[in-house]
């Protein structure tokens, strides 16, 4: 088939790539004329593990191209799919206008029957006003289907090559059949593709995500309670999970979620509640708990530190909002780095992937060092704020040596505690004992 993907950031990317994987004659448009030039050269704009092999692959193959021009987008394409930002709004809604001026644009330029596809996480009723914002300017038959994406930074290649399940919202059995025929060498293991309306896939996702969020924030607040108590929240999490209706993937506790999707998913689905004349409590409660989660070491810095961290020199592992991945959206470092900034601290941080990401935030605020060692040469204390692998069996004795103290405050429980302990390191964990 011939697509066309509108938006070449993670989702765009990941989509039209993996598509062109199954054979599909793929173009890419994008207004930014750097990147796609860029991405013509056979260059991966974004680090997602896996990506660059197929996209050079279908490069090569002449089935993956990229353009500026929306119009040659619209004439390439049968199925056209919507890959576009939306940020959230200074009220927490979700911005739309990225997606209803590509859909005004389309009404401008569609001159045969389309499919128009919403990839992008998007409020309910989103697929009606791209429908009408279309129809606006053209009489030409097209249809407008949801088909939220449920893909994973770090594993998006292999969510979307093997997904658990495609969700498709479609009132049109014509663009229902060319969906299906479009997903069908993906679902071949026996995954479900499910048929629903549109407004049902539309908040499929944003249910979805919001409910994985509230399972994190639930496990962070039991997380804090088993300090106040004195019970260690592994042995909680474990003892929970076994029980299959709960399940044991994100009970991990740790400095709260973060990331370009599920902070801005809770809040969108909040305010869609509000507007919707349902006050969402649940929703509410997850925000405020995430916000003080994310600064949840501060004051447990501060107290060993005397309140007095004026001068002190913090390095800090891990700046990415979760490991393989170099996006610092909403990651829970920067909140860490601003409130010890704000202090008058000294940090050196270290990542990675996402050194540069942090350095054209922070500029000179920080020390960037190219070495998980280096960065705690002569530290006060090591901060750890996200869990790449690098960091889980380390040199203790190297990492020891170097710095001024032992201490270690670790946002993400990397160590058994007895370990850490008896390496010589004060280490303080989430919901364990110190
Ligand atoms: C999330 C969803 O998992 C995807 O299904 C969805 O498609 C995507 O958002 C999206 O809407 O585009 P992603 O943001 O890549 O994917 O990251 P996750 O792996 O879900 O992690 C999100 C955050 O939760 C991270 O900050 C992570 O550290 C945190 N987390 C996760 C925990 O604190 N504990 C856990 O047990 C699991």
Redesign the pocket.
């Known amino acids: 088939m011939n697509i066309s993907v509108i938006g070449t950031g993670?989702?765009g990317l990941v989509t039209g790539t993996c598509l062109a994987e199954t054979g599909n004659n793929v173009l890419c448009i994008d207004i930014d004329k750097t990147k796609v030039e860029k991405m013509q050269q056979g260059v991966v704009p974004i680090y997602e593990p896996h990506l660059d092999v197929l996209f050079e692959r279908n490069i090569k193959a002449n089935r993956l191209k990229f353009s500026t021009s929306l119009e040659e987008g619209l004439s390439h394409g049968d199925i056209i799919f919507l890959a576009l930002p939306t940020p959230e709004d200074e009220d927490g809604s979700a911005d739309l206008s990225y997606v209803l001026g590509a859909a005004k644009d389309i009404g401008k330029l569609i001159k045969n029957y389309k499919v128009i596809v919403d990839k992008s996480?998007v409020p309910v009723g989103t697929a009606d006003l791209v429908k009408e914002t279309i129809a606006k300017e053209t009489t030409i038959d097209f249809d407008v289907v949801s088909n939220?994406?449920?893909?994973?930074?770090?594993?998006?290649v292999d969510?979307f090559l093997k997904p658990e399940r495609i969700v498709i919202g479609s009132s049109s059995d014509k663009a229902t059949k060319l969906m299906e025929k479009l997903y069908k060498p993906f679902v071949r293991s026996g995954n479900p593709i499910l048929i629903m309306d549109e407004k049902s896939a539309e908040l499929t996702?944003y249910a979805?995500?919001s409910f994985?969020?509230t399972?994190?924030t639930f496990?962070?607040e039991i997380a804090n309670f088993c300090e106040k108590v004195g019970a260690d929240v592994d042995k909680v999490r474990v003892g929970m999970g076994t029980d299959s209706r709960i399940g044991k993937?994100?009970?991990?506790?740790?400095?709260?979620?973060?990331?370009?999707?599920?902070p801005?998913?809770v809040k969108a689905l909040h305010k869609s509640g509000k507007d919707n004349h349902y006050n969402f409590d649940i929703l509410n409660a997850v925000i405020k708990v995430n916000d003080t989660q994310k600064k949840i070491l501060i004051p447990r810095i501060e107290s060993y530190f005397n309140n007095d961290l004026k001068g002190k020199t913090f390095a800090v592992w891990g700046l990415a909002?979760?490991?393989e991945?170099d996006?610092i959206r909403?990651?829970?470092a920067l909140y860490v780095i601003e409130e010890l900034l704000a202090r008058g601290a000294k940090i050196n941080v270290y990542d990675p992937e996402a050194m540069s990401n942090v350095e054209r935030k922070f500029a000179d605020k920080l020390n960037y060092i190219q070495n998980m060692y280096d960065v705690a040469k002569d530290v006060d204390a090591l901060i750890i704020c996200?869990?790449w692998s690098i960091f889980r069996t380390p040199d203790f004795k190297k990492l020891k040596n170097n710095m001024k103290h032992p201490v270690i405050f670790d946002g993400?429980n990397l160590y058994d505690v007895n370990d850490a302990k008896n390496e010589g390191f004060y280490y303080a964990s989430i919901g364990r004992k110190t």
Request: contains cysteine; proline residues 8%; aromatic residues 16%.
């Open positions: 993670y989702v996480t939220p994406e449920f893909l994973r930074e770090g594993f998006a969510d996702k979805a995500n994985l969020a399972k994190i496990m962070n993937r994100f009970l991990f506790p740790g400095i709260g979620y973060g990331g370009s999707c599920f801005k998913d909002f979760k490991p991945t996006d909403e990651a829970p996200t869990e993400r």
